[in-house]
C-alpha cells in the first residue's frame, strides 16, 4: 500500500497569497521526500479558487524536483483538451530529466464549464479530442518522425525532444469519476487509474474500479504490467478526535463551498459529454464537513480513527494506495505540517506497506 500527497488549491488569493501557498507546498513535499512517502501529485484548473493556483503542475512539479531526490513527481492531473500534445509531450519529458526519471503523467477530462469556455474549446466532443490528445503524446514520446492529422491539431515528422528519461515513457494515469466507459477505456488502455470518491458512494466507487481491473486483464497486456489504482481523498490527523474535527471542520467548510462555486454554472449546462453532471453542485451544497468525513469522502480524526478508516477504504475499494490531499480548507502552513507529520509518525506504522531498508519505516524525525 503506497501513500504519497495530493494538493489541489483552493485559496481565495485575499487570504493566503499564492507565494505563501506554494512555500508551505515545497515544505510539505520535502517533508514527503524524507519519510519516504510515495508520490506528490497536483491538479490543474484555471481562474476560480478551486484550483486556481496551479495553471501549470508541470512547472511546480520542476520546483519540487529541485528539492526532493526519491519522491515521485506526478500530474494529477494535467488537462489534455486545452494544451497542444507537442508541447505537452515536450515539457513532460523536460521535467522527467530534471527529476532524474521520477515522473508519473496523470490525464483528465476537464469537466467545469467556465474553464471551456475561456479557451473556446467545446464541451461536446471533448472526449474525442482528450483521447486524440493523449494518444499524440504517447506517440511523440515512443516514436521519432511523428504525423498525426486530426479535427483538433495537426503535424508532419515531429521528434519531440527532449526525449523521456524513462523508457518507454513515464507512467501514465487516467482520472475516472463517474463513466463506467472511463474506467473501461483507462484499463484497455493499460494506464494506470486514479479516483477521487468524493460524491461516489465507496461501494459504487469498487464496482467502477473492478470494471477497469476487468477490462485491464481482458486487454492483454505485457506480462508483468499490472494495473494499478490509487485514490485521492482530504486528510487531516489530529492529536485525538475532538482536536481533529474541531480543526479540520472548518477547512472542509471553506472547501467545499469553493468548490460548490466553482461548478454552480452546471446549474444550467448540459452536454452530451459529460452525462450526470447538471446539478452537481447542488449535490455538493447538500454535504456538511461531518457528512464528508463520515461517509468516506474526508478521512479526519486522530491516528488510531484515521488508521481504522484508512484500512476500511481500502478494504472497500481494492486500492494499491493513496495520495493524501493535504492543503484543502486554504490551510495554513504549520497546521498542515503537523497533520503530516502525525500521519508518517503515528498513523503509517499502523498500515500496510513497503518498509524502508531493515525492515521499518523512516519517521520525518529520522530522516
Known sequence: MEHGLSFLPDAEHHGLPAPEYFRTLLDLSKLADQAGLSHVKITEHYLRAYGGYCPSPLAFLASVASVTTRVRLMTGCVLPVFHHPLRLASEAAMVDALSGGRLDVGFARAYLPYEFEAFGVAM??????FTATVDAVLRLWTEEKVTVDTPYFRFAEATALPRPVQSPHPPTWIAAVRSRSSFAWAGEQGHGLLVTP????????????????????????????????????????????????????????????????????????????????????????????????????????????????IRHIADILDVDGFLWQVDFGAVSGAVARAGVERFCTDVLPELPGPAQPGGRRTSPAEA
Open 124 to 129: 461536446d466532443g471533448s472526449r474525442e479530442r
Open 198 to 309: 468524493a460524491l461516489t458512494p465507496l461501494e459504487e466507487m469498487a464496482d467502477h474500479i473492478a470494471v477497469y481491473r476487468e477490462s485491464f486483464a481482458q486487454a492483454g497486456h505485457p506480462e508483468g504490467r499490472g494495473s494499478r489504482v490509487l485514490a485521492s481523498l482530504p486528510l487531516y490527523v489530529g492529536r485525538d478526535d475532538r482536536e481533529a474535527f474541531a480543526t479540520a471542520d472548518p477547512l472542509l467548510a471553506h472547501y467545499l463551498r469553493v468548490w460548490a462555486e466553482s461548478t454552480d454554472a452546471w446549474t444550467t449546462t448540459v452536454s452530451s459529454d459529460y452525462r450526470g453532471y447538471t446539478g452537481m453542485s447542488r449535490a455538493i451544497r447538500a454535504m456538511t464537513p461531518e457528512s464528508f468525513r463520515t461517509l468516506g469522502g474526508a478521512v479526519v480524526g486522530g491516528p488510531h480513527r484515521v488508521a481504522d478508516r
